[in-house]
């Protein structure tokens, strides 16, 4: 199947089918009310500085497409949404472009956004394969993009057929692209979260989106497609590392500069995610539907409900500043709590601080 075709049937299924995990494990990350904020509303800034660049709110678009027509479509509408409400965007896998120059254009949206975090994306695979840092430097200097994301999806990759099963001395690979990247690099996973043990041997990199589980699962969309094998790809759709778990476990591991993503829905989730440990977040198919539509109006509307959701979190937080919710206390129930538990995590770091 050509990749064209397969990335248009990615995108219906996702528009079409169930195929979320079964449960978002921020569900189990709650606040505590803070009767006495102690600020006015309008004083509130939700603005965050992050890898060079001002965010209206910590919030960037997720990687979802490039390289087809349709895309191009999806990308540009993006961007303009991003633009309008100053938030970031990441481009989907830059692959089609390594590979045939004349769908560069497909990713090329920065004149639509000429303010905006632009991040570039390839899987860890296509290095593997042969990609060097001359194709990771084409891929960002290229569309004028800000820095690379390199995508680490196993699970995606075993559950299709075509799937590129090539991740051997990949660590030592993001080494070499490191030293020789003058841009910010970061890896993201795309649904199955980051361990601390993973996030440690990273630690090198200028950060990491963990992409967990709760939101869109991989598995899922694939689990549509296949033919073959079709059961045991069933039994991976909630296969992962839950999202606040593995902000807490890359926190655990030192990492700075933390996105978190993968199920964040809400304002609300934003909150969570920040308070956690991330600096920023990533939403990637709550979006989709009206990009495909071309409809920056209604993104910038679903854009612009998400910031006052998150203000709303900060306010009753009590908190001015977006670092301030970092200091703010959290009770963890449910799956999550034993998750934490069994994993040696502290609560009382969060529960009292
Ligand atoms: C249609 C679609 C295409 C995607 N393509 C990519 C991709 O090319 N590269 C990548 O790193 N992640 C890709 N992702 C994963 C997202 O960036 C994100 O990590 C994942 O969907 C979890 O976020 P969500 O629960 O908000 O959807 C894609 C997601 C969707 C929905």
């Not at 049937?9 to 494990?25: M, P």
Request: hydrophobic residues 40%; charged residues 25%.
């Amino acid at each position: 199947m050509t990749t064209e075709k397969r990335k248009s049937q990615h995108i219906k299924i996702c528009l079409e089918e169930d195929v979320q995990s079964k449960y978002n494990y921020l569900e189990d990350v709650s606040f505590i009310h803070s009767a006495l904020p102690e600020l006015n509303f309008d004083d509130i800034d939700t603005g965050i500085k992050i890898f060079g660049k001002n965010l209206s709110f910590p919030l960037f678009i997720s990687a979802m497409t490039g390289g087809t027509e349709e895309a191009f479509k999806i990308n540009k509408t993006l961007a303009k949404a991003c633009q309008k409400t100053g938030i970031g965007l990441g481009l989907g896998s830059q692959r089609a472009m390594v590979e045939d120059s004349s769908l560069t254009y497909t990713y090329d949206v920065r004149k639509y956004a000429k303010d905006i975090l632009l991040i570039g994306n390839i899987g860890l695979p296509q290095f593997v394969k042969g990609y060097s840092e001359k194709d990771a430097i084409f891929s960002v200097e290229e569309i004028k993009a800000d820095m690379l994301a390199v995508h680490l999806n196993s699970l995606q990759e075993v559950s299709q057929p075509e799937g590129d099963l090539f991740f051997k001395e990949g660590l030592s690979l993001l080494k070499k692209l490191k030293e020789k990247l003058s841009f910010p690099l970061i890896v993201k996973e795309t649904g199955a979260g980051v361990s601390k043990e993973t996030a440690e041997k990273l630690s090198f990199l200028d950060g990491i989106d963990v992409a967990g589980l709760g939101g869109t699962s991989w598995s899922a969309v694939e689990y549509y497609r296949s033919k073959d094998h079709k059961e045991t790809i069933k039994k991976l759709w909630n296969w992962g590392i839950p999202t606040p778990l593995s902000i807490a476990e890359c926190r655990i591991a030192g990492i700075k500069t933390i996105i978190g993503s993968g199920g964040v829905r809400n304002g609300f989730d934003i909150a969570k995610c920040i308070s956690l440990g991330a600096t920023s977040c990533g939403i990637a198919l709550p979006f989709l539907k009206s990009a495909v539509e071309e409809d920056v109006s209604g993104l910038v509307e679903k854009i612009e409900t998400l910031k006052r959701e998150f203000k709303i979190a900060m306010f009753l937080n009590s908190c001015q500043k977006v670092a301030d919710l970092k200091t703010r206390p959290l009770m963890i129930t449910g799956e999550l709590k034993s998750m934490m538990d069994q994993r040696g995590m502290d609560f009382h770091y969060f529960n009292y601080r």
